[in-house]
């Protein structure tokens, strides 16, 4: 397909494998992202290492999609076109590599980049200003890049220092989701330590096979409402909602920080005999919440606030969530809410909060209802997240990245040095950016780096850090 005015997607090759995407990937929300992910590692690794085992990767039975081309077929719609075989005319990764021959820290953006501080919680910068390192020049910003060039799905560019490197890889969010990532991270490390044997192979197998998208018809036959049926946001309450917030979301700057926070909490029930398991990132997701509504609400406040809890729906669907064992490499999330007063968030303590995070994660986690989530996706324009809520709410995102794992992936046969080689290299920093845009608030659990710290990651209005930075200040911690 081609625009009258812009440039022509390139000609289609007989020997293809054209599919569609799968049901839940062809989302309008994921169609308009392209994601940066970076991780630092504290040495030295061979480049070509790095591109020739994710190259290795992309030939693995059911790994062919990261190779696939995007197009857009005669009725406008997106589908795969894998190439027959990978080859350097038409390779699987989109590869670049740019080397600086300093050290890290003598570079003037890169020597920027956060790191550890021990005794307390701190704002460590905005990951956006990194932007220029991580983007290679020509690299895509938005699904009609991919649509007008015959490039795999996933990009790799690597940042040599002469002590440091740093991985960045990119993709449409089309491809798959914060498990997916997981996933493929642990099959990229499995192949350069030589372990193909331990390469799983994903849910579906690659495009074109029989069983590719077995959940496509996830949603058609729910057996009970969703909980917050009654609150569901229809078109007249989005548009007040939108036009409540056209301000924060149309006009106004996204401010991001990475905090890394030494926590060590639990949340025990104040007042109350009932003690439900909570998470660290419960806790964590809580004590951002109090800190950001307290910032910006009176304490007597009746105004709802929305936490929107990202979560993947593979556990509740029965599928494994480890992404060493049977990976299904897709978008497979839901969105788990929490409705509260501000004044409810604000005068009780972290505690409370995170047990309510938690209760809404148990209530609505199970299959059922699960089933009932993606009933209402399905039913919207565009498979758009349905709302809960009212127009003059306050939404908060909160996810959870620990159980992808993403501290985990040790590249040591990468290592250049052999010293480096014998020892484990594991990242010390991670981040991601999503092109064109960012949501105006919210906040993610990145997970712990191999020090113990965690690393967490927030996004908020222009003009509103300044306020978080003090009541961090303010506190020790929780």
């Not at 799968?22 to 504290?42: E, G, I, M, Q, T």
């Not at 039975?61 to 080859?87: C, D, M, Q």
């Not at 096979?209 to 959940?215: A, G, H, I, M, V």
């Not at 992404?323 to 897709?330: I, M, N, Q, R």
Request: with cysteine; proline share 6%; hydrophobic share 40%.
């Amino acid at each position: 397909m081609s625009s009258w005015f812009g440039p022509k997607a390139p000609s289609r090759v007989p020997t293809d494998t054209v599919a569609p995407l799968r049901f839940w990937d062809d989302a309008v929300l994921l169609k308009s992202l392209v994601v940066y992910s970076l991780a630092r590692y504290d040495s030295l690794l061979d480049a070509e290492k790095l591109r020739s085992s994710l190259e290795r990767l992309a030939s693995i039975k059911g790994w062919k999609k990261l190779g696939a081309r995007l197009r857009k077929n005669s009725k406008g719609e997106i589908e795969y076109h894998v190439p027959e075989t990978f080859t350097a005319e038409r390779p699987a990764i989109a590869f670049s590599h740019a080397k600086h021959d300093v050290a890290i820290n003598a570079h003037p953006l890169a020597s920027q980049l956060p790191r550890p501080n021990p005794t307390r919680p701190i704002i460590a910068g905005d990951p956006e200003i990194f932007t220029p390192l991580l983007k290679p020049e020509g690299a895509p910003t938005k699904i009609d890049d991919y649509l007008v060039q015959d490039r795999g799905q996933l990009g790799l560019h690597v940042v040599s220092f002469l002590d440091a490197t740093l991985v960045i890889l990119y993709y449409n969010h089309t491809s798959f989701d914060l498990m997916g990532w997981g996933a493929l991270m642990t099959a990229w490390t499995h192949v350069l330590h030589g372990r193909e044997d331990q390469v799983a192979t994903p849910v579906g197998g690659d495009p074109g096979s029989d069983d590719f998208d077995s959940l496509s018809s996830l949603g058609t036959n729910p057996t009970e409402p969703h909980v917050l049926q009654k609150h569901l946001m229809q078109t007249a309450g989005l548009v007040g909602y939108g036009a409540s917030n056209i301000i924060d979301l149309a006009f106004r700057g996204k401010e991001n920080r990475i905090i890394l926070a030494e926590l060590q909490a639990e949340a025990t029930a104040s007042g109350s005999s009932e003690k439900p398991f909570v998470t660290e990132a419960d806790v964590l997701g809580a004590w951002w919440t109090k800190l950001a509504v307290t910032s910006l609400m009176k304490a007597d406040s009746s105004r709802t606030v929305n936490l929107q809890y990202a979560a993947s729906a593979r556990k509740a669907l029965g599928m494994s969530t480890d992404p060493a064992k049977d990976p299904y490499f897709s978008n497979l999330f839901t969105m788990l809410y929490t409705l509260l007063p501000a004044s409810e968030i604000i005068q009780k303590p972290v505690s409370h909060l995170a047990r309510e995070i938690r209760r809404s994660v148990v209530e609505q986690g199970t299959r059922e209802q699960v089933e009932a989530y993606f009933a209402l996706q399905r039913q919207a324009a565009g498979k758009m997240v349905p709302f809960f809520g009212d127009a003059g709410m306050h939404l908060m995102t909160l996810s959870n990245w620990g159980k992808a794992d993403l501290y985990g992936h040790d590249f040591s046969p990468a290592a250049v040095s052999e010293d480096d080689a014998e020892k484990s290299q594991y990242p010390s920093y991670i981040q991601t950016t999503q092109l064109p845009f960012n949501f105006p608030e919210g906040f993610c659990v990145i997970g712990q780096d191999n020090a113990k710290n965690f690393w967490l990651y927030g996004f908020r209005i222009a003009g509103y850090w300044d306020k978080v930075e003090q009541a961090l200040r303010e506190t020790d911690g929780l």
